[in-house]
Every structure is written in C-alpha cells, then in structure tokens.
C-alpha cells in the first residue's frame, strides 16, 4: 500500500473514496459537514432516514454524492463523541480500511486522521493510522490457488493545517516500518511447520541481514555442543530438523554503545516432545516461534526507522519432537551457565532453549535483554488474550515496557518474580527442574529464565495468548512488534 499525506477539503478530493466519521446520535464530523454542505444536506438527509446513527463499528458506503468529486463517500460511525480516544480511534481506522477492501476502490482519502484523540498528537494519529490500515488490510493467501487481490492502493491521510505536515510524515514514517514489521512477523508465524524449520529460520534472518546491512552469524549444533549449550540442544534431539542459534546485530548507534538485546523463541513446532501434547490443536504450536518472529520484525522496523541504538537479536530455534533420540523426563543436561538442569517435562522445552541464549547474550555487555515467548498455557489462564505477560527484574525496564504498549495499544501485564516461587523448582538430582508444579505456570516458568538474567537488566514477556488468534480468524496477530518498536524508539530518544 502507498500512503500520502496532505491537508484538503473533503470535497475537493478526486478519489475513489472520501472517509468521514460520524459520532452517535448523527452528529457529523468537520470533514462530514463540509461534504454535506457542498451537497446541499443529501448526507444529513440519507442519517435523517435512519440507515446509520454513528455508532461505533458501524459503516455506510454512498456512492456519487452530490457536490464533491470523488466516487464514494465511507461514513465511519465513531461513537460517542465524549468517549473517541485512542482505541475507539484505532478501531475506526482498521473498520474504515477493512471496509474498502471489501470494495473495488483503489485509492481513498482517509479525514477521520484530522479528527483530535486526546492525549496524543498528530503524529501518533498519523503513526497509529498507517501502522493499523497495513495490518487490516493484510492478507496471508500464500498457500491458496486463488487469491482475492485487494484493490485498494493508495491511501491518503488527511491532516487539518498546513502546519501539521512535517510531525505526521514522521508518524507516517514509523507507522509504515511498525506496519511492515507486523505484517513480516505474520507472514514468518503463519507458516506451517514444514516448510518452517530451524533451517528456514536462519536463512529468513540472513535475507534480512542483506537487505539491512547486518551483521548476522548462525551457530550450528557442532559450534552449540562446543559452546556447551546443552540445554538447548537437549530440546533438538528428537527431531530430523537440525536446530540454529541464530545473531543478527543492527549497528544504528554509537560505536561503543551497549546494545539492546532482544531473545525469541523459535521453536518452529512443539509437539510436546516424549511428553506430547493432547492432539486437539496441536497445528497451533507451529506459532511456537512467534516470539522469534516478533523479535526480526521488530528489528526490521528499528531498521526501516534506521534508529540511533545498537540492537542485537538472538533466537534459539529449534524442532521439538519425539523419536528414539529424544530427551527422556528425568534426562539431566549441563546449561551453557553451567547449572545443571533435571528436565521433567519435555513440552516445557522453551525454557531450555531460551536459557542458553539468555546466557549467551552476557557476551554482548547488553544495556537490557528482553526475550520474547510463547512459553506457557498458563499465561493464557491468566491473562486470555488481551494482555502479555511482563515479567522484570528492573522496575524502570518493566514500567518502560508497560507504557510502550499501552501507547499502541499493544498491552502488557506485569506478573510477580518473587522468590517465593522459586523454591518450586527444586530438584532432588540437579541445580534445578524444568517445571514448577500445578500452580503459578506463567511465574514459575519466568522464575526459571531468572536464573540465568542475574548479570543484566532483563525482561520477559510471555506471548502465548496474544501471539495469535484461534477459531474462524486464525492467524498470527503480529505482537508484540508494536510493543517493542515503540519501546526501541522511546529508548533511542533516551539515548540521544
Ligand atoms: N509452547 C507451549 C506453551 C503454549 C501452550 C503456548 C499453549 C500457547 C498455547 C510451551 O512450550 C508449553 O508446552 N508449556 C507447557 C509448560 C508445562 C509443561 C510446565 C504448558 O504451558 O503447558
Ligand atoms: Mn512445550
Ligand atoms: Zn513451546
């Protein structure tokens, strides 16, 4: 999609379609008005016989409105007045541009971006905007013999004055890399697991080292067994799908500037291991490595943005299957931090990927380490789907991680890292175990990845509920990408 920016009159625009809200009880908007008066009230007369009242989620198309010289006009209700923020705004912008998808129309001038959002500017607007119409138009059609191509093109948003051009090509800069991330980290999650293995992973990182001028090194199970990550290379034994450590630096800032530090989870399917999963969506675990996803989409939009920070992505990818070879519950390893790990469970094998990453990103002298996960069930029992579970052991990261995605509306949640739950990882054999028992999962499994951040800023966020959606419109929602791009920007700002 090509977006442009401009300030106009609605009824000026020569497009396929001309966006205006409407608020409840018909009340128009600026941009609505001046298209009703250039048609003489035609728009008030069509609200007047009631086939639309403004209220939230509600759309009309008209077609050839006097007075003004585009070809449609998209009526987007918006609810209350009083009650238009951020989300109601978000909404109206994702409704607005899946709409004209569903249409013929090619290029659309979007008004509702000119409507004020207390708090927030005009780049937000603008940000928020882009980065929502590249996700409601996204399409995921790679494996169908017939695509659906979307018509619409060009979008145009609309700022009211002149003056407010140069804060929202800003926005719309960082919305389309936000955008293109997400839709990047949707298009890696929603394949299936054959065609994305371990392999396939590290060959997606190296394209986009290329196209990023990235440093990008891929360890292979010889150069991990070296190393002595066998915790990680205990989760891979099972599987015909050799596993990868993949590390791709971005170098946008200061020569010496401690980097940040962002570990996936790539567990390109979890079948559960000799402890194998229920069969009932089972296909789900091929989302196993949106964390991994997540962390190179974020990078791409850090990238795009060409941000003023060192930022080095390292992802554990690996198979996790059962077959003679497989690791057994009661099998014992040595980390690559040297603690000694009884593994009692072999489906809770994110943790042992991501432990021998986390040990292997001391290297980097990092300024903060976030990884990303799907890592357990019982963070969705927490949490559903709505929030990510964070998990810190520096409350300035965990409050700067919070507010990140409450500005995109990509939340997180912070749960408890208290030592009181530690004590339930204790092992009779080894260091410790790889499971907590019945109760607090989601801590429990954070408590575990605990033990080997002690020697940096770290923050976890547990993705397993808000990575992607189940049912009808199943498909990768491409979170936390916002969450981290906004955090990376804010950090860089900091760092300036
Ligand atoms: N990848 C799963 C977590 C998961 C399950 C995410 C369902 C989303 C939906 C993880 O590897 C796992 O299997 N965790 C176990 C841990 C348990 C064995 C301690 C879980 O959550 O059941
Ligand atoms: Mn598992
Ligand atoms: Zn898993």
Known sequence: MEFSIKSGSPEKQRCGCVVVGVFEQRQLSLAAELLDNAAAGALSDILRRGDMDGKAGTTLLVHNLPGSLCERVLLVGLGKAK????????????????????????????FLTEIPVAPHDTTWRIRQAASNALQASYRFDRFKSNKKPVALRKLTLIVSRRGELAAAEK???EGIAIG????????????????????????????????????????EQDAMAELGMHALLAVARGSAQAPRLIVLHYRGGKKNAPPVVLVGKGITFDSGGISLKPGADMDEMKYDMSGAASVLGALKAAAKMALPINLTVIIPAAENMPDGNATRPGDIVTSLSGQTIEILNTDAEGRLILCDALTYAERFKPAAVIDVATLTGACVVALGHFATGLFSSKPALARALLRAGEECD????????????????KSPFADLANIGGRWGGAITAACFLARFTEKYAWAHLDIAGTAWNSGKDKGATGR?????????????ESEA
């Not at 999650?189 to 394209?207: D, F, K, M, V, W």
């Open 171 to 173: 926005g719309l800069h």
């Open 480 to 492: 936390p990408v916002p969450l981290l791009t906004h955090y990376l920007m804010h950090y860089s």
């Open 410 to 425: 990509d939340r997180a949640w912070q749960l408890p890292l208290w030592d009181d739950y530690q004590d339930l990882l």
């Open 83 to 110: 009650a238009f923020h951020a989300k109601a705004y978000v909404a109206a912008i994702r409704l607005a541009v899946k709409t004209l998808t569903d249409t013929g129309c090619s290029d659309a001038a979007l």
């Open 180 to 219: 293109e991330g997400c839709s990047f980290t949707r298009d890696l999650a929603n394949l299936p697991g054959n065609i994305c293995h371990p392999g396939y992973l590290a060959e997606t990182a190296r394209a986009l080292a290329e196209e990023y001028q990235l440093e990008c090194n891929i360890l």
